[in-house]
């Protein structure tokens, strides 16, 4: 065989190799993920979650909802919401506007949301004139709220009695004679000082009245405050078991290919999700029990 017919012979094995590599590589590259398999490592870890809330002691009221997807070529998407043992009440008016959690766990703070929701309602109608219109709520305030309004209601009556009487008098006056008449002026200065005497202490009523709603609002306020903070601080706890759960249990997404990741979506009231992206490597080296799993994802809220 010629030299120049070994170089072709040459040639063309290395051609058919490089194919053969090529396209090797490129199977190996574009071949789809086990998608039964990958369905079945997201609902071991769905089961995994649901589990470590249902044996979770430190925070008895949190439950979540969970669902998860595969994107391909990106990773795994796992939508979470968290799901009180309870129900949301929404109670709205022109004054007040509060989402009013009721737990099944918790019955017995239902008065105090009531005692609330009254408060807020006779706060706005502080400055109505609404004579005889009376709200009350438990406790040495009820008693004392009744007392002022009561009082207030009596002076209005005795305003629009002495107001009657002064019109009477002027009537008489017309029809009156000569000698009538100073003893109609006499009647007429004693109402007026009555009068006079009612006003003041109407205002006095209704100071102290303005200032009984104030601090029932200041009292609302600060127990709103308080229930705002004890459910930021149930939400931070239910989030905390959450990525835990995905650090500890991150290898049972076996299935999920090296260079995709694990997202986890974490749904709010009203407002932005708190989304966390994990590289595989990062949910492999955590340690819930040495620092926070939040430091080793990407994390922004949306």
């Not at 005889?132 to 007392?147: A, K, N, P, V």
């Not at 905390?240 to 991150?250: A, P, V, W």
Request: aromatic fraction near 8%; glycine fraction near 2%; charge should be negative.
């Amino acid at each position: 065989m010629s030299i120049q017919a070994r170089i072709k012979k040459h040639n063309l094995l290395f051609n058919i190799v490089a194919v053969f590599t090529a396209s090797s590589i490129a199977f190996h590259s574009f071949a789809a993920p086990d998608y039964d398999r990958m369905r079945k490592d997201i609902n071991i870890m769905i089961g995994i979650v649901k589990s470590a809330f249902e044996n979770q002691d430190d925070c008895k009221s949190c439950q979540v909802q969970i669902t998860g997807h595969y994107l391909a070529d990106q990773g795994v998407v796992f939508n979470v919401t968290p799901a009180s043992r309870g129900y949301v009440h929404a109670f709205k008016s022109d004054d007040f506007e509060e989402n009013v959690e009721v737990f099944a766990e918790g019955m017995a703070a239902i008065p105090l949301f009531v005692e609330d929701i009254l408060a807020s309602v006779e706060a706005g109608l502080a400055n109505e004139d609404l004579p005889g219109f009376t709200i009350s709520t438990e406790g040495d305030w009820s008693e004392e709220s009744r007392i002022a309004r009561q009082a207030l209601r009596e002076a209005r009556a005795g305003l629009r009695e002495a107001n009657r009487e002064l019109r009477e008098i002027e009537i008489e006056a017309i029809h009156a004679e000569e000698d009538e008449l100073s003893e109609l002026e006499r009647r007429e200065s004693e109402v007026l000082r009555e009068m006079e005497r009612i006003s003041s202490q109407q205002e006095e009523i209704e100071s102290d009245i303005a200032s009984q709603m104030e601090a029932k609002r200041i009292q609302a306020e600060k127990k709103r405050v308080k229930r705002l903070e004890a459910k930021r601080q149930q939400f931070e706890e239910m989030e905390t078991l959450l990525l835990n759960t995905f650090c500890d249990y991150s290898s049972t997404m076996r299935s999920l290919p090296r260079n995709e990741r694990v997202s986890v979506i974490v749904s709010k009231d009203n407002e932005q999700s708190n989304i966390y992206v994990f590289e595989q490597s990062e949910l492999a080296d955590c340690d819930s029990s040495k620092n926070d799993v939040r430091d080793h994802a990407l994390s922004y809220a949306f």
